[in-house]
């Protein structure tokens, strides 16, 4: 089988290249993946999309990226309501340092046209009802921010789109990339193989160990993360999203009335630390949020964030190798800014510019020592 462009990893991320290069005709557009679309991170996500981030790239991704989600049902064409909620996205602090960053941050995305704005204990208190305005310093906030309440399905939409528009998928895992001379061989786990004119990777964690056979060092590790959820609970009790950074606690109610909190610097194994990260988030719950202390979090979903040094992704050609692009790297944020990323790898894929300030995550920033550090990660 031969193919103008393979991507490696049904993800949203792979999914939204694959949609935008099919939309703009790119030729036999074949997606790989071992498992199926959305089977991995993708698939747990809890679908957050939010324009309030540290730097100035992200704010862009986010901002275009949400136009973008706005417009789904248009771009899409989705078979299911994939309403996006703007509940709003809080941060809080509790030092002063964290105050002050949210305080430029929030400067940066007012220069930008994001309708971000500082707020005080008691304002915070008035956005959250209940929220003790004893426990916090205060924070930011954007209504405009919010989360989709079914992203698994979301990731369904980017892939049938792309199929509808010529692209197709396959259940194969890729173990070997191989350059040749006019293009490149992949190479699957059954023995059998295909070719294509060009590549591109976002196969998330796994994307280090697949390029690393080619020289090619990228700098991702998996990071676990953990989630805590509830059965649906009749009344809504938390509106909008909460992250206490300090805290490295974060809380919100989806659609369906359950509710969804963590304990952000969970680490270990849930059988042997489970309980450790349910007391942290029940503490939190009692000394910020006290109206969600007798809601029950009886499950327990695990998820894995590919984080690289700067928390920034890893997004462009690969110098040295043409017609080899990579996207992974997302440090947990993929399915918020996965529109305009896929707009910018199919650009990149088809020799135009990608747009934007893209070029920034070329991979090859390492080596230069052009990392810029992302603070605003949950």
Known sequence: MTADVAIVGAGITGLSVAFHLAERQAGRVVVYDRTGVGAGASGVQPGGVRQQWGTRLNCLMARDSLA???????????????????????????????????????????????????????????????????????????????????????????????????????????????????????????????????????????????????????????????????????????????????????????????????????????????????????RNVVELLPRLEFVPLPRLVGGVYDVTPDHQAIVGPVQGHEGLVVAAGFSGHGFMVAPEVGRGVAAVVLGDSPGGELAKLRPDRFERGALFPEFQIV
């Open 68 to 282: 973008f989600y706005r417009r789904l049902d248009e771009r899409l064409e989705p078979r299911v309501d994939l309403r996006f909620r703007a509940c709003g996205y809080l941060f809080l602090a509790d030092a002063a340092s964290t105050l002050e960053r949210l305080r430029s941050e929030v400067a940066l995305q007012q220069e930008l046209g994001i309708p971000s704005r500082l707020v005080g204990p008691e304002e915070a208190s008035a956005i959250v009802p209940d929220l003790r305005a004893e426990a916090t310093l205060g924070g930011s906030f954007s209504a405009e921010d919010g989360y989709f309440d079914r992203p698994q399905a979301v990731v369904e939409a980017f892939a049938a789109a792309a199929q509808r528009l010529g692209a197709t998928i396959e259940h194969q895992a890729v173990v070997v990339i191989e350059h040749l001379r006019d293009g490149w061989r992949l190479r699957f786990a059954d023995g059998t193989a295909a070719q294509a004119g060009a590549v591109v990777v976002a196969a998330a964690a796994e994307s280090a160990a697949l390029l690393r056979p080619l020289g090619i060092d990228l700098p991702i590790e998996a990071e676990e993360r953990y989630l805590f959820f509830s059965e649906p609970v009749p009344e809504r009790l938390l509106e909008p999203l909460v992250v206490a950074s300090d805290r490295r606690f974060a809380a919100k109610q989806l659609a369906d009335g359950r509710l969804l909190a963590s304990d952000l610097s969970a680490a270990g194994s849930p059988d042997a630390d489970g309980e450790r990260w349910r007391a942290n988030v029940r």
